[in-house]
């Protein structure tokens, strides 16, 4: 299993990122995925998570109405496009692969339930 995270950069206050996720080394159709940050000097942040087809997402109150995630299954690519940015979103961004294959729209319990991660990419975000 192989998640690989691009996209990520530096950005002035207001703007746009789009990250992506490519995911090999496993039926990626069958499972949700997740997007997780962890900023300067801080532990791991639930962002946002989208179900195996692609229907149900649910989002973090701090991102809410700025960050859509969306998946592509026929590319295996998981994606976040991030608007609107603050310097709070400042962080390194995680895609994460929920360990249990199902359709359902898992609830974020912590990291435990996610069985692989990618690198991270860095998202700088100046005031």
Not at 6 to 31: D, E, I, P, Q
Not at 100 to 121: A, I, K
């Amino acid at each position: 299993v192989q998640l690989v995270e691009s996209g990520g950069g530096l950005v002035h206050t207001g703007g746009s990122l789009k990250l992506s996720c490519a995911a090999s080394g496993f039926t990626f159709s069958n499972y949700a995925m997740s997007w997780v940050r962890r900023a300067p000097g801080k532990g791991l942040e639930w962002v946002t998570t989208i179900n195996s087809g692609g229907g149900s997402t649910t989002y973090a109150d701090s991102v809410k109405g700025r960050f859509t995630i969306s998946r592509d299954n026929a590319k295996n690519t998981l994606y976040l496009q991030m608007n609107s940015l603050k310097p709070e979103d400042t962080a390194v961004y995680y895609c994460a692969k929920y360990m249990y294959g199902n359709t359902v729209l898992p609830s974020w319990r912590g990291p435990y339930d996610y069985d692989f991660w990618g690198q991270g990419t860095q998202v700088t975000v100046s005031s």
